[in-house]
């Protein structure tokens, strides 16, 4: 148990639906990452909070959106879902921004059908 | 950006036999290279990684060594155990600023008991 928690574990939706993804990072980790995980696309960085704030943005469609609360917990938005966005959603945390060892959530399995 | 090929795509062998990865990366400013193990449906968990500072690293069973002339890193797994059976990510990332790793698309490890 890596002390990263996910929640929910499963969501099936529909096309066309929102959904949000929440994470709670370790304790005292102050910096939280989002990863999609596909077939064919393998792991992808979406993007990267530190301490409330935006720190990097990866390949992230303007459809997602994520931010970090005061607490530290974070939430990443998925509108208009379609098909191709069914995929692993991981979550990461680490003590800083340039704290190199990431700590891997359980992930949500997101399917759209 | 920095681009990581990871080879063989599948491996398999016998129990006991050794088990290598290798990894290419293309920025020469990468200096941190982790690796994690996947098991079917868990999260990626870090098993081991080696700073640019270092050219080989060993824990137990399992070594990393590093070529930053060649640019590439390779994972070698000795004594391999049925338990071994994984899905093995390299990655590769700049320390300092905003660390964010770029993931190779993964072995897939099978260790025939």
């Known amino acids: 148990d890596s002390g990263v928690t996910q929640t929910p574990k499963h969501l099936i939706t529909a096309t066309g639906q929102r959904v949000t993804l929440r994470c709670s990072p370790r304790?005292?980790?102050?910096?939280v990452y989002w990863y999609q995980q596909s077939l064919d696309q393998g792991l992808q960085f979406l993007i990267q909070?530190?301490?409330?704030?935006?720190?990097a943005k990866g390949n992230i469609l303007e459809r997602f959106s994520a931010q970090q609360f005061p607490d530290l917990h974070s939430e990443l938005n998925l509108s208009s879902l379609e098909l191709g966005d069914s995929a692993l959603y991981f979550c990461?945390?680490?003590?800083?921004?340039?704290?190199?060892?990431?700590?891997f959530g359980p992930g949500t399995r997101l399917l759209v059908l | 950006g920095e681009n990581v090929e990871q080879h063989p795509s599948t491996l398999s062998v016998q129990e006991g036999d050794s088990a290598v990865i290798k990894c290419t990366y293309s920025?020469?400013?990468?200096?941190?290279f982790p690796w994690y193990k996947q098991e079917l449906g868990k999260r990626p968990q870090l098993i081991i990684d080696?700073?640019?500072?270092?050219g080989e690293k060993k824990d137990q069973r399992i070594a990393v060594t590093l070529n930053k002339t060649a640019k590439h890193f390779s994972l070698h797994i000795t004594e391999t155990q049925p338990e071994d059976s994984a899905v093995y990510f390299c990655?590769?990332?700049?320390?300092?600023?905003?660390?964010?790793?770029?993931f190779g698309r993964g072995t897939s490890l099978i260790v025939h008991p």
């Open positions: 990461a945390s680490s003590l800083l921004a340039e704290q190199e060892t990431q700590y």
């Open positions: 304790s005292g980790d102050l910096s």
């Open positions: 909070y530190y301490n409330g704030e935006e720190r």
């Open positions: 920025d020469s400013a990468s200096n941190y």
């Open positions: 080696i700073r640019s500072n270092v």
């Open positions: 990655a590769a990332s700049e320390s300092g600023g905003s660390y964010i790793p770029t």
